[in-house]
């Protein structure tokens, strides 16, 4: 794998521009592949104005199957397209996506190994008013489960651009999970994502903050709030959760006496559970997780909602100081 | 190159003797595995038999050939008749037949895609086929390729929700290159599929959902090959052809026994049942 830290360990310019949802960086992005390559297509779940697939749909009608509200025989339909030589890229919502459709994405997707793209948006918590019911917050450990499948999470709308024209050019099933709510900018400006490898900001001397999408943020102000108070913390951005990018991970647990996994998913399961289980068997070292707790969710405001369920800063901190005070 | 192109067997006789090897290739897999899906495999094999040999354009030293016919057994538990109708084909030698279901063979207990050439895409879980189907003939059509589709379903395979979403798009998108079949042998696992969950009327709900419904006895070739015809002069939306067939057919003592859907025969089934195809 080589060396997997890509941009060293000092800090590089971040975009100062306004926080944009990773879902419009992803109907941008589909909409640029489709410009440059004829054997993209995209489906969609009568969602394409949600997911943004729509502008894709707009530009390119022909390539483009709505298949109404029937998220099985969309995955169905693209592992179809996929096998005539296409590049699906299938959306709806996370819920829906991998939940619906999990049986035909384990059998027609993966077990079939089909060249398929299933982008979901609405992944997590920050979905708000639309209540649990809609709360993708299982999705990564329903895909991380499955053989053959590739699973991202994508931090910001920066990151987003370069993981989809990635995942264009990966052949394989891949799953990728994107919000609805506009989040800040957090990777340098010159970042390009490297399937299967992690971003690391800094690696931390006493705690380290492995995190994955929206968490990456608050895990970046939770690390300089300690290191102001004499806690070194380490952030690491953990796009790809699976394959899980081990290298980054052993070098990150040899040097911490904590490690904080933060997700905007269950501490069932997803990126906490993929530390626990890589770290446990190849360097033990104490494993906190931020997550939602084994619970469903619930309508409100999203940064309500986080608070509720302590994805803050806030509550970062306080769960690294507490295990230094002991 | 084996090269087989459309219409090359039209002759009924030789169908019907092709027919009659692949039921006694089943047979024999199965034995020789202990296990397996007899029943449906045997009530679907003329109807697959038709559409591999009269109908399909392939080439089995070159399964990925991008001009071929595509074919997809939805009813995965049919294995046992695709793997033998590939063996006929010259996909793979006879021997291989041997080692149905055991470890590392290609032939799995249900059509893996990823370990023999050939299966266009795994099946097994039902009720997916369809939707593939489409999105093959969906692909195709992007490249202007008028390659056919195939695709046989099991008639309680139809009780899934998931074969009607696909019904939808294949008529929404006038999938006219898809060709459906139905094996409309009336039996699942737990008894009739009247009684476990009643599908009728079949014919009717294909039509109301936008298809072209075509009507034949699955087991007489020359309808078959109408129906197949009929099929591919089709234009505007997809067919299903609605195959009344008889679970076990071919083998008295096996004929609409619903507790051989999922049991192989013993080895003294087998012999008499060889006799009873070689004599019918």
């Known amino acids: 794998m080589g060396d997997t830290t890509q941009a060293g360990e000092e800090q590089k310019q971040i975009s100062q521009k306004m926080p944009k949802a990773t879902r419009d960086a992803y109907g941008e992005t589909l909409l640029e592949l489709g410009r440059k390559r004829s054997d993209i297509v995209a489906l969609d779940a009568d969602l394409s104005c949600s997911t943004k697939t729509g502008k894709f749909a707009k530009e390119f009608p022909d390539r483009f199957f709505n298949i109404g509200i029937a998220e099985q025989d969309m995955v169905g339909t693209a592992a179809g397209l996929a096998l005539a030589g296409k590049v699906p890229f299938a959306s709806t919502f996370a819920v829906f996506e991998t939940g619906r459709a999990w049986d035909q994405i384990r059998l027609v997707v993966c077990y079939s190994n089909t060249n398929v793209k299933l982008v979901a948006t609405h992944g997590g918590i920050t979905v708000g008013e639309d209540g649990a019911s809609h709360q993708a917050l299982e999705d990564i450990a329903l895909m991380r489960a499955l053989p053959n499948m590739t699973v991202i999470v994508p931090a910001d709308a920066a990151e987003t651009v370069s993981v989809i024209n990635a995942v264009a050019d990966y052949k394989g099933p891949v799953y990728v999970r994107l919000g609805r709510a506009k989040v800040p900018y957090v990777v340098p400006d010159d970042y390009q994502f490297t399937l299967g490898k992690a971003f690391v900001f800094h690696i931390g001397k006493d705690a380290n903050i492995v995190a994955a999408g929206i968490m990456v943020d608050m895990a970046k102000k939770a690390a300089e709030i300690l290191s102001r108070e004499g806690i070194d913390t380490g952030v690491i951005n953990m796009s790809t959760i699976k394959p899980l990018d081990e290298e980054t991970l052993l070098r990150v647990a040899e040097s911490s006496k904590l490690i904080v996994t933060a997700e905007e998913h269950s501490i069932v399961g997803g990126l906490g559970g993929a530390v626990c289980e890589f770290v446990s068997e190849n360097c033990p070292v104490t494993v906190k997780r931020i997550g939602t707790l084994d619970t469903f969710g619930c309508s409100g405001d999203p940064d309500a909602l986080l608070a509720l369920h302590g994805l803050t800063t806030g509550n970062i901190v306080d769960t690294i100081k507490a295990f230094f005070k002991k | 190159m084996s090269v087989i192109t459309k219409g090359k067997i039209t002759d009924i006789q030789e169908l019907t003797s092709i027919a009659k090897r692949i039921r006694i290739k089943i ?254």
């Open chain 2, 27 to 280: 047979l024999h897999m199965l034995t020789q595995s202990g296990s397996g899906h007899t029943g449906g495999s045997l009530s679907a094999a003329d109807v697959a038999v038709a559409i591999y040999f009269s109908k399909m354009k392939f080439n089995p030293d070159n399964p990925k050939w991008e001009e071929r016919d595509r074919f997809i057994m939805s009813k995965g538990h049919a294995a046992p008749l695709l793997y033998a109708i590939m063996a006929e084909a010259g996909y793979f030698p006879g021997e291989t037949l041997d080692y149905l279901r055991k470890i590392e063979s290609p032939l799995q207990g249900h059509p893996c895609c990823k370990k023999l050439p050939g299966i266009e895409v795994s099946t097994g879980s039902l009720g997916q086929g369809l939707s593939v189907a489409n999105g093959m003939a969906l692909g195709l059509r992007l490249d202007k390729n008028p390659a056919r589709i195939f695709c046989i379903m099991g008639d309680g395979e139809t009780q899934e929700g998931q074969v009607w979403e696909a019904a939808m798009t294949a008529a929404h998108y006038k999938i006219d290159t898809l060709c459906a079949v139905v094996d409309n042998n009336e039996l699942q696992i737990d008894g009739p599929v009247e009684e476990v969950m009643g599908i009728e009327p079949v014919h009717d709900k294909w039509a109301a959902f936008g298809w072209h419904v075509i009507d034949v006895d699955g087991h007489d070739m020359e309808e078959i090959l109408r129906a197949l015809d009929e099929a591919e002069r089709t234009k505007g939306k997809p067919t299903v052809i609605i195959a009344k067939t008889t679970k076990g057919k071919g083998v008295s003592f096996f004929e609409d026994k619903v507790e051989y859907h999922g049991v192989a025969p013993s080895r003294e089934e087998f012999d008499k049942a060889v006799k009873e195809i070689n004599n019918g």
